[in-house]
């Protein structure tokens, strides 16, 4: 009966610690919007988000506070959700290995997501057409493109793989099942893009990159894998 127990209050702690990792990403997300939003309010007034410029650079200061709460806040939150580079994927340098794979990632992407997409463009309650909401108006040119490629290309998918492909899927493996962890990170990922069509490829997306941390031990590959992915959707936007 004790043994039952304690089987039970394992389970209990295990189901608590995977649903606080999976809040306190999401809560750290909303929380970095805040903590650079409402500084820049106080500074700029209305025109905080009425420029391209300035729209970026919050989603660039965005993404970096994100990033840097999700690696040294854990330290103040409880000590099971403490990291190390090695939970991170972060370890050693990118490697050859990891350009040759996330080139593969990038193509094996765009092949499962425009499968599932043209399946599910069956369904009235899909639109795959929608124009995914960046922000700010995709008619800028000069140093403001230079910026928005910087964030979005560069800055955004490092902070992204550190806080999804890192931390949290680091820290869930280690409880869960490969698969289960792979599931939960990729939904959370799809669902914090907002918008079904583009949640549904970049979640597909998610799963890759799960598959290339498996192989590699890094998410060194998943963060080229998703730099290629924004920069070929950067070129469509912008460029085209």
């Not at 043209?118 to 008619?139: H, K, V």
Request: positive net charge; hydrophobic residues 55%.
């Amino acid at each position: 009966m004790p043994e039952k127990k304690n089987r039970q209050k394992d389970l209990f702690k295990k189901i608590l610690l995977i649903v606080g990792a999976l809040v306190f990403v999401f809560a750290t997300f909303i929380a970095a919007q805040f903590l650079v939003g409402i500084p820049l309010y106080w500074i700029l007034g209305e025109r905080t988000l009425e420029t391209p410029l300035w729209t970026t650079i919050y989603s660039t200061l965005v993404y970096i506070v994100a990033a840097a709460l999700i690696i040294f806040l854990p330290k103040i939150v409880s000590k099971n959700f403490k990291t190390n580079r090695e939970e991170l994927g972060l370890t050693g340098l990118p490697t050859f290995t990891d350009m040759g794979i996330s080139v593969l990632g990038i193509i094996a992407t765009f092949i499962v997501a425009g499968v599932v997409v043209t399946i599910l463009s069956n369904f009235p309650w899909f639109d795959a057409e929608q124009t995914q909401e960046i922000g700010y108006s995709t008619q800028i040119i000069g140093f403001d493109r230079v910026v928005a490629f910087l964030s979005l290309v560069v800055i955004a998918p490092i902070a992204e793989e550190i806080m999804f492909r890192g931390w949290l899927y680091g820290k869930l493996k280690k409880h869960i099942s490969v698969p289960l962890a792979v599931f939960l990170v990729s939904a959370l990922f799809g669902f914090i893009h907002g918008q079904l069509n583009v949640g549904v490829t970049v979640g597909i997306m998610s799963v890759i990159m799960c598959l290339e941390r498996e192989l590699t031990g890094t998410i060194y590959a998943g963060i080229l894998t998703h730099m290629l992915k924004n920069g070929i959707a950067f070129y469509l936007l912008f460029i085209v």
